[in-house]
């Protein structure tokens, strides 16, 4: 055959090739029919990252709804549980990335930022680190290791990370975990430190819930990033991840934005990031109506005002804990009826979606 013949047939062979990869590519990465939404993006109308959790891979690969919506109008995903430490480490020495780079893979493919969630918490660690046996030297060297490996092996696909999560009690002392009764009260400067030498250029978290409610906490936080920030050298922090697991009445508003604002004076960067507004706390309601409609709409309008009154350089993003009522963490693990979301039981927007909108449209750029 002339070198001619053979060129030509090595091209058909490869065209073959990328075309068979093509279509298995898509066919994996997109499972399920992408549906036409009518609405303008959520993201399009906000000058920061608008974050959708994604608790359940399930749903992201085959429920079509949840994964349009997701594709549609949000531009920063978290994982709601495939990147804790039980699913990411599920036994001494043995890691388990699947899950989590199927959601990498995803965020690459529909360009979404991929916020990490989370490195260090008390909640979803595996048995074996449970029932760890060791110095307080063993200890810590075990929790370096699932720290780096892991922003390690995100590094440069993740921008972001929650370093620590809910360490300190609602009256503001230091929560007994395995993590302080094994390292010592200094364990989270440590697995900061021990972030920012995987990834010297990811942006470091510390996240909870009810620091707005709770004087003490917020205290607490702050005379935390005060410490942080006077070592010398300082300890690398440069966020704070406001859980906003609120409820439609408190906390109010100007706690809300007092807690803003005392991160903002020390110069932090905030991000809203587990944002859901439960509606039936008290059991109430059996269903939800068009006044609750209203009143959620008016509450997630306050909540977007009041972020958005930080500098842009501080705003790293609101993410919303779900996407639909019948998909929201609240309902099993609370075991009570609730509406929290931005879509209903049928993925369709509620009044909440819209009043998101124009009050992210309204937000000083
Ligand atoms: C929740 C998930 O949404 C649930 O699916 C899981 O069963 C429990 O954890 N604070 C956090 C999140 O930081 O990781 C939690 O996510 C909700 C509270």
């Not at 993201?43 to 079509?64: C, E, Q, R, T, Y």
């Amino acid at each position: 055959m002339h070198l001619r013949h053979l060129i030509l047939l090595a091209n058909r062979l490869l065209l073959l090739l990328v075309l068979i990869l093509m279509s298995s590519a898509c066919s994996e990465n997109d499972p399920v029919e992408i549906i036409e939404l009518e609405e303008e993006p959520l993201f399009s109308h906000a000058m920061f990252p608008i974050g959708v959790a994604v608790g359940d891979l399930d749903l992201l690969k085959n429920d079509a709804y949840f994964r349009s919506i997701s594709i549609h109008h949000f531009n920063s995903v978290t994982a709601g549980n495939d990147m804790k430490m039980d699913a990411l480490h599920p036994q001494q020495g043995s890691y388990s990335w699947s899950n989590a780079d199927y959601i990498v893979d995803f965020c690459k493919q529909y360009d979404k930022r991929l916020h990490g969630h989370v490195l260090v918490w008390h909640s979803q660690v595996p048995s074996w680190m449970e029932s760890y046996e060791g110095s307080s030297d063993a200890w810590e060297a075990m929790l370096k290791d699932h720290v780096q490996t892991v922003v390690a092996h995100f590094r440069d696909l993740v921008p972001s990370w929650d370093v620590v999560n809910e360490a300190f009690e609602d009256n503001g002392t230091l929560r007994h975990t395995i993590w302080r009764d094994n390292i010592g009260d200094d364990y989270m400067a440590k697995c900061f430190q021990w972030a920012h030498e995987a990834d010297p250029d990811a942006i470091l978290y510390y996240n909870d819930y009810g620091i707005p409610y709770h004087d003490s906490k917020l205290r607490a936080v702050l005379d935390m990033i005060d410490d942080f920030q006077h070592r010398d050298p300082p300890i690398p922090i440069h966020g704070i991840g406001l859980q906003m697991h609120i409820h439609h009445d408190i906390p109010f508003r100007e706690a809300i934005q007092a807690t803003v604002d005392s991160i903002r004076a020390r110069g932090l960067m905030v991000h809203f990031s587990e944002l859901d507004i439960q509606m039936n706390q008290n059991q109430v309601y059996s269903e939800f109506n068009d006044a609750l409609d209203l009143l959620q709409a008016e509450r997630y309008r306050e909540v977007v005002e009041v972020y958005c009154s930080l500098p842009a350089s501080l705003r790293d993003g609101i993410t919303i804990w779900g996407v639909s009522d019948a998909d929201t963490w609240i309902r099993y693990f609370f075991n009570r009826l609730d509406w929290p979301l931005l879509f209903d039981e049928q993925y369709q927007p509620k009044a909440a979606f819209y009043s998101t909108s124009d009050a992210l449209s309204d937000c000083e750029r």
